[in-house]
Structure formats: structure tokens, C-alpha cells
């Protein structure tokens, strides 16, 4: 084909082109700056909507730094509610339903506080959040004096960081039942797993209590 020699020639070959294609580019050009301010407004809503969860769960610890106050667990109980409707997949809900399994506990409502944490484990697959409500079980079952329960519950916690917090625990279980030989095998194991220059006082009664024994 040969080239246009005048200005009126190339008008008219865009003015043939614009007609094939014009609206199809139109309709890309539009597309794409949709996409484009349509992700941007996306990530500014999920940026705020995790916002909205984090300050709501700041307030919900904030009460919890007294919960024998009874406006402090009404405060904790209506926000880890509002967490688990509104905001139920973000850690926060997660995390909300451990603050709400405490009130339970402290008014002696140790079922609901043990359905409330199971109700959190079901949402996740988190392996250190699934280990301290597992922990935190059997810390309730303990109170239900439910050993065989207890046990189990702090049985099922493999991750290696929670070693030192589950063998305590199954120490104070076997302590309970007045198995005082397996209790002092627990706690030191529970020593051991913190480290060398590790502090845990309590840990230290508990053991030098049964070496006096």
C-alpha cells in the first residue's frame, strides 16, 4: 500500500479508522480507568474496614483490664459480639471470643466460656491461636475439676513455644489428682522447655514445693 502524500489523506484514514474502532477503545480506555480507581476504592475500604476492627478491639482490651467490673464485661461482651457478626474474618474476632470465654469464666460460667473458645477454634486454622484456647480449656476443665478432660485438651497442644505453658498445666492437673511424682516430672520439663536464665517464679514454688515433699 502506499503512503499518504497529503495532510486531507491522513485525516481521512483516521476519520475511516476512528469509525471502525473508536468505540471499542473508548469503551477499554473507560474500562480500564475503572479498574484502576475501582481497586483504589477497594483498598481503601479494606484498609478501613480492618481499622474499624482494630480500634474496636483496642477498646474491647482496654476493659478488659478489669473485668470484676460488671460495665467492663457488659463493654467486652458487646464488642467481641460486634467483632464475631461484623468483622468475623479478621483476627479480632478470633482473639474477641478469648476475651469473651474470660468473662464467662469469671462469673463462673465455665461451659459457655469452654463453647465459646471451641467456637473460635472452629474458625481457624491458626496453630498458636488454636494452642492457647486449647490451653485455656483445659485451664476450665481444671476449675470443673474434669481432669480427664483437661488432659486431653492439653494434650492436643503440639506447637513447640507453648511446651513450657502445657506441661505447667498438666503438672497442675496431675497435682490435682495428687499424682505429685508425675506433677514434678511435668513442671520440670516445663522448666526446661523455658531455657537457660528463663524467670517463671511461680514455676520455681511449685517445683521446689514437691522437692520438699
Do not use: C
Not at 78 to 84: E, R, V
Not at 183 to 209: C, F, M, T, W
Amino acid at each position: 500500500m502506499s503512503e499518504l502524500k497529503t495532510e486531507e489523506e491522513q485525516i481521512e484514514a483516521f476519520k475511516t479508522w476512528w469509525k471502525k474502532n473508536g468505540v471499542t477503545l473508548v469503551i477499554a480506555v473507560a474500562v480500564a480507568v475503572g479498574g484502576y480507581f475501582g481497586w483504589q476504592a477497594w483498598k481503601t475500604s479494606q484498609a478501613n474496614y480492618i481499622s474499624e476492627a482494630s480500634s474496636l478491639y483496642q477498646n474491647l482490651v482496654q476493659a478488659s483490664a478489669d473485668l470484676k467490673d460488671e460495665n467492663n464485661q457488659k463493654t467486652v461482651t458487646f464488642i467481641a459480639k460486634q467483632l464475631s457478626d461484623d468483622y468475623s474474618d479478621t483476627g479480632y474476632a478470633m482473639f474477641g471470643q478469648l476475651f469473651l470465654a474470660r468473662v464467662d469464666a469469671e462469673n463462673g460460667k465455665y461451659d459457655e466460656a469452654i463453647s465459646a473458645l471451641d467456637n473460635a477454634i472452629s474458625k481457624t486454622e491458626d496453630v498458636s491461636f488454636i494452642a492457647i484456647a486449647n490451653l485455656r480449656v483445659a485451664r476450665l476443665m481444671l476449675q470443673k475439676e474434669d481432669y480427664k478432660g483437661a488432659m486431653a485438651r492439653a494434650e492436643k497442644v503440639t506447637a513447640k513455644e507453648f511446651t513450657a505453658q502445657q506441661q505447667e498445666l498438666i503438672g497442675d492437673i496431675l497435682i490435682a489428682q495428687g499424682k505429685r511424682d508425675d506433677a514434678r516430672i511435668a513442671y520440670q520439663k516445663a522448666s526446661e522447655s523455658l531455657g537457660v536464665g528463663a524467670n517463671h517464679p511461680l514455676l520455681d514454688i511449685k517445683l521446689k514445693d514437691l522437692v520438699k515433699g
